[in-house]
């Protein structure tokens, strides 16, 4: 449920650290999970805390707002104002400013407006270190985008009570203009585009932190040159001798924890002949969304490496070992950005994958993992089989607040709005449903049926065919509907054309 991402499945376990943990940057053990935004209202805004840093990230879901008014009539089809979806969005679509006392979050709402997102506006509770103060986007799917903000505390030790120092205040709705936001510097990242100065592409580090890396090479490079004494070689030591590769998984709404064996007598001689129990090694870029866990000595062949199913924190991700009935246990803990079930941990390991063996599994792989929201998608089911469509919708809505990027409820509303809209601008509404549930999942046929009911409806009958034509092939089932429905919108576009035209002279009054 919403009041999940507050609870964790081994709270006691994963959030106090024990004297038999290493390596790891938060170590003594302070960090919070929270929701960020107005009281009582679904943002979608999440925050994380350490000792060190304050980290915020923001679900944006098209549609992204446009130029229009707030009534939306013209939302898809005018030409003032198109849909921007998921692949549309860009860095400079968002704004993001930090001085020492304070924090601004914009995102683009039209063509010279900017809106301030709720919550994330105003003077901060405690001062920042702005020059350590960056922020990323990564595209997850057709599902979202997700806004990362990494706050670098200027007095790191303690955690703050609060984000905002007057939240009444910042979660007030507010926007800004183009002139007030051209202050705001520009730089060009690597690919010769210009993005927000304080954007850190997500595959790549903060420019602090690669300036200390370039020192610290150069600081080993001159002591390197002053030792002119041989050394001695340390024996080479293998990652597959010394953990074995049978993961166990454990996922809650805020973490995602990886545990792996280790052998006890190469873990004992490993400790002997290095002198530390720091003998692995974790890189996370600044987006999150990728690994390599390693190691160190044999980078070459990691335990793990690749894409991950979500995007973690880097700043709490860390490694420890515990003894469990007398042998050594690796665990990889990752706090979570967002509370969403991963439908992997890392790409390509098919050990760390969640599969469709039951009902509830694909109902987790299709969106819909609340409690709640399962519940409410229930009622509305029951209310639409006995044809209460406003009944239905309402449940729908609630369904969508927990859990918007559940593509079968995406539908079954457009199926239950289209039994009773009629109004253009209405129906305009429905359409977005529809596209939204392809966007997610671009091969569920039954959104591309509700496409072409709802386009034939708003006379658009030539991209209604095509939707139908274009559903029939992801449906494997053939069914013979598709036909019907293809002939049926022919004969009514035929209508539509042939169909008496009002004159000035004789029908309008």
């Given at each position: 449920?919403?009041c999940?991402?507050?609870?964790?499945?081994?709270?006691?376990?994963?959030?106090?650290?024990?004297?038999?943990?290493?390596?790891?940057?938060?170590?003594?053990?302070?960090?919070?999970?929270?929701?960020l935004?107005?009281?009582?209202?679904?943002?979608?805004?999440?925050?994380?805390?350490?000792?060190?840093?304050?980290?915020?990230a923001?679900?944006?879901?098209?549609?992204?707002?446009?130029?229009?008014?707030?009534?939306?009539i013209?939302?898809?089809?005018?030409d003032?104002?198109?849909?921007?979806?998921?692949?549309?969005l860009?860095?400079?679509?968002?704004?993001?400013?930090?001085?020492?006392?304070?924090?601004?979050?914009?995102?683009r709402g039209?063509?010279?407006?900017?809106?301030?997102?709720?919550?994330?506006?105003?003077?901060?509770y405690?001062?920042?270190?702005?020059e350590?103060?960056?922020?990323t986007?990564?595209?997850?799917g057709?599902?979202?985008?997700?806004?990362?903000i990494?706050i670098?505390?200027?007095?790191?030790?303690?955690?703050?009570?609060?984000?905002?120092?007057?939240?009444?205040?910042?979660?007030?709705?507010?926007?800004?203009?183009?002139?007030?936001?051209q202050?705001?510097p520009?730089?060009?990242?690597?690919?010769?585009?210009?993005?927000?100065?304080?954007?850190?592409?997500?595959?790549?580090?903060?420019?602090?932190?690669?300036?200390?890396?370039?020192?610290?090479?150069?600081?080993?490079?001159?002591?390197?040159?002053?030792?002119?004494?041989?050394?001695?070689?340390?024996?080479?030591?293998?990652?597959?001798?010394?953990?074995?590769?049978?993961?166990?998984?454990e996922?809650?709404?805020?973490?995602m924890?990886?545990?792996?064996?280790?052998?006890p007598?190469?873990?004992?001689?490993?400790?002997?002949?290095?002198?530390?129990?720091?003998?692995?090694?974790?890189?996370?870029?600044?987006?999150?969304?990728?690994?390599?866990?390693?190691?160190?000595?044999?980078?070459?062949?990691?335990?793990?490496?690749?894409?991950?199913?979500?995007?973690?924190?880097?700043?709490?991700?860390?490694?420890?070992?515990?003894?469990?009935?007398?042998?050594?246990?690796?665990?990889?803990?990752m706090?979570?950005?967002?509370?969403?079930?991963?439908?992997?941990?890392?790409?390509?390991?098919?050990?760390?994958?969640?599969?469709?063996?039951?009902?509830?599994?694909?109902?987790?792989?299709?969106?819909?993992?609340?409690?709640?929201?399962?519940?409410?998608?229930?009622?509305?089911?029951g209310?639409?089989?006995?044809?209460?469509?406003?009944?239905?919708?309402?449940?729908?809505?609630?369904?969508?607040?927990?859990?918007?990027?559940?593509?079968?409820?995406?539908?079954?509303r457009?199926?239950?709005?289209?039994?009773?809209e009629?109004?253009?601008?209405?129906?305009?509404?429905?359409?977005?449903?529809?596209?939204?549930?392809?966007?997610?999942?671009?091969?569920?046929?039954?959104?591309?049926?509700?496409?072409?009911?709802?386009?034939c409806?708003?006379?658009?009958?030539?991209?209604?065919?095509?939707?139908?034509?274009?559903?029939?092939?992801?449906?494997r089932?053939?069914?013979?509907?598709?036909?019907?429905?293809?002939?049926?919108?022919?004969?009514?576009?035929i209508?539509?054309h042939?169909?008496?035209?009002?004159?000035?002279?004789?029908?309008?009054?």
């Amino acid at each position: 449920s919403r009041c999940a991402r507050a609870r964790d499945v081994d709270a006691d376990r994963l959030g106090t650290e024990s004297g038999s943990r290493q390596s790891f940057d938060n170590p003594t053990g302070m960090e919070t999970h929270h929701i960020l935004g107005p009281p009582k209202e679904f943002s979608h805004c999440y925050g994380y805390q350490t000792a060190d840093s304050y980290c915020i990230a923001i679900q944006l879901r098209p549609p992204y707002e446009g130029g229009g008014g707030c009534r939306k009539i013209h939302q898809i089809t005018s030409d003032w104002d198109s849909r921007k979806g998921v692949e549309d969005l860009t860095p400079n679509d968002m704004m993001i400013k930090f001085t020492e006392r304070s924090i601004e979050v914009c995102k683009r709402g039209g063509s010279s407006s900017w809106h301030m997102i709720r919550g994330l506006h105003g003077p901060t509770y405690q001062q920042m270190n702005r020059e350590k103060s960056y922020w990323t986007m990564t595209k997850h799917g057709g599902r979202y985008w997700l806004i990362s903000i990494e706050i670098v505390k200027k007095t790191p030790g303690k955690l703050w009570s609060r984000l905002m120092r007057d939240e009444r205040e910042a979660n007030r709705p507010n926007m800004k203009w183009d002139k007030d936001m051209q202050r705001t510097p520009m730089i060009m990242d690597k690919d010769g585009k210009f993005v927000p100065s304080t954007y850190c592409h997500p595959h790549q580090k903060p420019k602090y932190e690669t300036q200390e890396a370039d020192l610290d090479e150069v600081f080993i490079e001159e002591l390197e040159m002053l030792e002119d004494e041989p050394q001695e070689t340390k024996k080479k030591w293998l990652m597959k001798d010394l953990v074995d590769l049978r993961f166990g998984m454990e996922e809650s709404t805020l973490s995602m924890l990886v545990s792996m064996n280790m052998d006890p007598e190469k873990w004992r001689e490993i400790q002997r002949d290095l002198g530390t129990s720091d003998v692995f090694g974790l890189d996370i870029p600044f987006g999150g969304n990728h690994i390599k866990f390693y190691l160190k000595g044999d980078e070459d062949s990691p335990i793990l490496a690749g894409k991950l199913g979500g995007c973690v924190w880097r700043k709490g991700s860390r490694w420890h070992v515990e003894m469990r009935e007398g042998r050594p246990m690796l665990e990889l803990y990752m706090p979570k950005q967002t509370p969403e079930p991963w439908s992997y941990v890392v790409e390509g390991y098919h050990s760390l994958s969640r599969t469709a063996y039951d009902p509830y599994q694909q109902m987790i792989l299709d969106g819909l993992w609340d409690d709640e929201a399962i519940e409410e998608k229930a009622k509305g089911d029951g209310y639409f089989r006995n044809s209460e469509y406003r009944s239905a919708v309402k449940c729908y809505d609630r369904t969508l607040e927990r859990n918007p990027d559940s593509y079968i409820t995406l539908t079954n509303r457009a199926a239950a709005r289209l039994a009773y809209e009629t109004e253009k601008f209405k129906v305009e509404e429905i359409l977005e449903d529809a596209q939204r549930a392809l966007e997610i999942n671009p091969q569920w046929y039954k959104a591309k049926f509700r496409e072409g009911i709802i386009l034939c409806k708003l006379h658009r009958y030539d991209e209604a065919v095509w939707a139908l034509e274009e559903g029939q092939r992801m449906d494997r089932s053939n069914n013979v509907s598709w036909e019907e429905e293809i002939a049926t919108i022919k004969e009514e576009r035929i209508k539509w054309h042939n169909r008496k035209k009002l004159t000035y002279l004789n029908d309008v009054e």
